[in-house]
């Protein structure tokens, strides 16, 4: 997918009108920012708005999260604990320590 992000009033104007015109393109809109299909068609558009409004917009190539093979075991095991744990009021540092879960730290320090 293509993610396209506006930082000027105008250029969020031109994003709003090329996904009312295009709706096909788009896979969905968040006020400045549009996810766009990755065909050669959303290319285009999303070159249109960069040539006309340069650097209020920026164009990302996306990829979609797989947990499964981005992200250890543990992790998982981890986030999952700890949306199921007894009080929802316990901070995540609380409910890890002492445990086999990875410290907030850690997870803070490491790269997917």
Same mark, same amino acid.
């Given at each position: 997918?293509?993610?396209?992000?506006?930082?000027?009033?105008?250029?969020?104007?031109?994003?709003?009108?090329?996904?009312?015109?295009?709706?096909?393109?788009?896979?969905?809109? *968040?006020?400045?920012? @549009?996810?766009?299909? =990755?065909?050669?068609?959303?290319?285009?558009? $999303?070159?249109?708005? +960069?040539? %006309?409004?340069?650097?209020?917009?920026?164009?990302?190539?996306?990829?979609? *999260?797989?947990?499964? @093979?981005?992200?250890? =075991?543990?992790?998982?095991?981890?986030?999952? $604990?700890?949306?199921? +744990?007894? %009080?929802?009021?316990?901070?995540?540092?609380?409910?890890?320590?002492?445990?086999?879960?990875?410290?907030?730290?850690?997870?803070?320090?490491?790269?997917?």
């Amino acid at each position: 997918m293509l993610f396209v992000a506006t930082y000027s009033r105008e250029a969020r104007t031109t994003l709003r009108n090329v996904c009312r015109s295009h709706e096909n393109a788009v896979v969905r809109r *968040f006020g400045r920012v @549009a996810l766009l299909s =990755e065909t050669a068609f959303s290319v285009f558009l $999303a070159l249109r708005m +960069r040539y %006309k409004h340069g650097d209020d917009v920026q164009i990302e190539r996306t990829e979609p *999260f797989n947990e499964f @093979a981005g992200v250890p =075991e543990r992790i998982r095991t981890a986030a999952r $604990a700890y949306e199921e +744990r007894a %009080k929802p009021s316990t901070p995540y540092a609380k409910f890890a320590a002492g445990t086999d879960y990875p410290d907030p730290d850690e997870l803070r320090g490491r790269e997917l």
